[in-house]
């Protein structure tokens, strides 16, 4: 396995772990679960975003160019119709 793959299991992983967190705090009624479930989640956001970093500069992940005005109001008006009215 070469080390673009593993950097990009790794993210695919961590994502997953960040989604399993964002689902379980607000289910909690235990402020020290909670709470404890948070600072996780924080360095699990704090991993991802090291990963992300090293994925940028090895040149493993390139982020998708920058839409344009156009594309973007066209994405509003699909999923917020009654905004292209104001």
Do not use: W
């Amino acid at each position: 396995m070469d080390e673009k793959t593993m950097v990009s299991d790794a993210l695919t992983g961590i994502n997953g772990e960040l989604k399993m967190f964002g689902d379980m705090i607000p289910q909690t009624e235990n402020p020290q679960l909670k709470a404890a479930l948070k600072q996780i989640r924080n360095q699990c956001e704090m991993s991802q975003e090291e990963l992300y970093q090293l994925a940028r500069q090895h040149q493993y992940y390139v982020p998708a160019a920058p839409a344009s005005r156009q594309e973007i109001e066209h994405v509003k008006n699909i999923l917020c119709p009654a905004s292209a009215m104001l």
